[in-house]
């Protein structure tokens, strides 16, 4: 029973560590700054078109 629950925490924890890496590992700031910068200003579609 105790080596269950050791498993257990041991992928609860392998778990938490994959999220914080993928939270934490993405682009750097500079670069996502300059991304949305360079992307186009999308306006929402108008909803003239009713039934």
Known sequence: M???LLEALGAGCI??????WT???GRSEAE???A?????H????DD????
């Open 23 to 25: 939270m934490f590992s």
């Open 2 to 4: 105790l080596l269950i």
């Open 32 to 34: 996502h700054e300059e």
């Open 48 to 51: 003239t078109h009713t039934r």
């Open 15 to 20: 778990l938490v560590l994959i999220v914080w």
């Open 36 to 40: 949305s910068e360079q992307a186009p």
């Open 42 to 45: 999308l306006t929402p579609p």
